[in-house]
């Protein structure tokens, strides 16, 4: 059901949702998109939740995103659970599946190991309800337990700028309560809750212990993966969040001026060094850390890509006036640029490509990169 409201039907986002079992317990779920570029969304999941359900293709195997998976779990030194999924198909084969985890250290209970395995089908809700029976166990074994008589403690999980609503945050609490009112500090960024909304998108005053939240009252967009602090007083949100910007601008001015020196003594060296500039902006944080990570791991030998500016919302004017000042290519990832960052691009031939699914942005990249060195 998440996949079909995803463009190209894949989860390209970071989400949270929380489900109440049968017996009245309650479950969060973090999805993180399976796709190659996501790694560090991946990464970023495993790190905040205490049980991974990796959920293997029983037609497929093994992919290379499910060895990275596993990694992700081991460094965390969180728990597996396995759904081999899409077990209504007819080539099906879930003792393959095991077959190949084992390889991986992915041990099930059946063959003298200590990993949970449950086989279903979510388009059939085929023992859905053991999977469920599985994390309750698992987390009653862990005796998952934290404090929700304190000021609250989170993960930003994704970030994104909305029309009429602007920055909001989607928060994953882990321990203590956040109220409509308290004031926070997220990553460099900070603001007081004005309203919040849960998974199902009804308001709701008070999030608790392993509760998601879209959180509305950010002074702009967060990273994903910063952490989420409620403080006393709005005075000391300032001054946490000006010192964390102030760090984050020093490092970014120590890369920058290297990354420029290095590519400087390149083309003496060469005499023939290409960078292909590229500012990027997307609809939430997640997609332009994956984008970005993308971009970087094209082959760079005779094209460097070389990325002038990323962030979070619409394309405006001031973006076009930077890719006309640094001759970058704008890559819109679903967003479009108003109307005055189109009227000024068509003005200064700043070209602006639209995308909505990775796949389309990798293949054109390849291709843009690929032509601009055969042209050399």
């Known amino acids: 059901a998440v996949a079909e409201g995803e463009a190209g039907g894949i989860t390209q986002h970071i989400g949270a949702y929380q489900v109440t079992t049968p017996t009245g317990s309650k479950i969060t779920f973090i999805d993180t998109p399976g796709h190659a570029a996501f790694t560090a969304m991946r990464a970023r999941g495993t790190r905040v939740t205490d049980l991974v359900v990796l959920v293997v293709a029983a037609d497929d195997g093994v992919m290379p995103q499910t060895i990275e998976a596993i990694n992700h779990a081991k460094a965390a030194n969180v728990p597996l659970i396995v759904a081999i999924n899409k077990m209504d198909l007819p080539d099906a084969n879930p003792e393959k599946v095991k077959q190949e985890l084992l390889q991986y250290e992915v041990i099930p209970e059946e063959m003298g190991g200590d990993v949970l395995d449950v086989e279903v089908s979510a388009i059939k809700k085929t023992n859905l309800e053991q999977l469920i029976e599985h994390i309750v166990l698992q987390a009653e074994i862990l005796d998952l337990k934290t404090n929700p008589d304190r000021p609250a403690e989170g993960t930003i999980i994704e970030s994104r700028m909305e029309p009429g609503r602007g920055p909001v945050a989607t928060v994953l609490v882990q321990r203590g309560t ?19 909304v849960n998974d199902r998108g009804g308001k709701i005053k008070v999030a608790g212990p392993s509760v998601p939240a879209e959180v509305i009252g950010l002074n702009a967009a967060p990273n994903a993966g910063d952490d989420f602090v409620v ?7 300032r001054e946490i969040a000006e010192f964390r910007e102030n760090k984050k601008r020093a490092i970014r001015t120590a890369v920058s001026s ?3 020196l290095e590519e400087l003594f390149s083309a003496i060296q060469t005499g023939k060094s290409k960078v292909l500039q590229l500012l990027v902006k997307a ?4 997609s332009v850390e994956a ?16 990325i002038v500016h990323q962030a979070v919302g619409g394309i405006n004017e001031s973006d076009i006036q930077l890719a006309n000042a640094s001759g970058a290519l704008v ?3 679903k967003v479009r640029a108003n109307k005055q960052a189109r009227n000024l691009a068509e003005l200064e031939k700043t070209e602006i490509r ?3 699914v990775i796949y389309d942005l990798a293949d054109d990249c390849l291709l ?6 055969d042209e050399g």
């Open 178 to 196: 956040l109220k409509i009112g308290d004031i926070f500090v997220a990553g460099s960024e900070w603001g007081r809750v004005r309203a919040m």
């Open 231 to 237: 403080v006393e007083v709005e005075a000391r949100a």
């Open 258 to 260: 290297q990354s420029t």
């Open 283 to 286: 609809d939430v944080q997640g």
């Open 291 to 306: 984008i970005v990570g993308l971009l970087e791991k094209l082959p760079q030998d005779e094209v460097k890509v070389k």
């Open 331 to 333: 890559v819109g990832f």
């Open 354 to 356: 639209y995308y909505s």
């Open 368 to 373: 843009y990169t690929s032509d601009a060195a």
